[in-house]
């Protein structure tokens, strides 16, 4: 698997994920939707996930409302796709494969060492709900 060197760069520096997010503690920690966003926003850069993707945007919002509703995870096509859908004004079909070229993306630009630190060793990529799922649950921890 090839990965962009400039990213591994920046990455190597980004948010660790077993370390404490510092903005926004006095504030009521990961409870403060601006701190919140903040640390997903950091691991998605850590994952070189690419601001400029619509993907980017999504799965902001598809692990701010998971963080919101853990049960929302359980059922992405009715429920959560549906939900990003009508916030953007899109389909759900298009958040879904917006989500996956987002989460592809990040499978080629990000290290492997990155991807293993969020996701464990795998022999294939996360799919969506799992992508989701997995840095709304680690960001809850937080």
Excluded: W
Excluded at 36 to 60: Q, T
Aim: glycine fraction near 6%; aromatic fraction near 8%.
């Amino acid at each position: 698997m090839s990965y962009n060197k400039n990213c591994v760069k920046i990455c190597k520096f980004a948010v660790n994920p077993d370390s404490e997010i510092e903005v926004g503690q006095e504030g009521g920690g990961m409870g403060d939707k601006t701190a919140r966003k903040e640390a997903i926003m950091d691991v998605l850069k850590d994952l070189c996930v690419p601001a400029h993707i619509k993907g980017y945007r999504y799965m902001i919002y598809a692990v701010e409302l998971c963080m919101d509703d853990n049960a929302i995870i359980d059922n992405v096509i009715d429920k959560l796709y549906p939900n990003i859908a009508d916030a953007f004004g899109d389909t759900s079909s298009r958040v879904q494969r917006a989500i996956r070229h987002a989460i592809n993306v990040s499978y080629t630009n990000a290290a492997p060492e990155i991807i293993e630190q969020y996701f464990g060793k795998r022999l294939k990529k996360a799919p969506n709900s799992e992508f989701i799922a997995t840095l709304a649950f680690r960001l809850q921890l937080r």
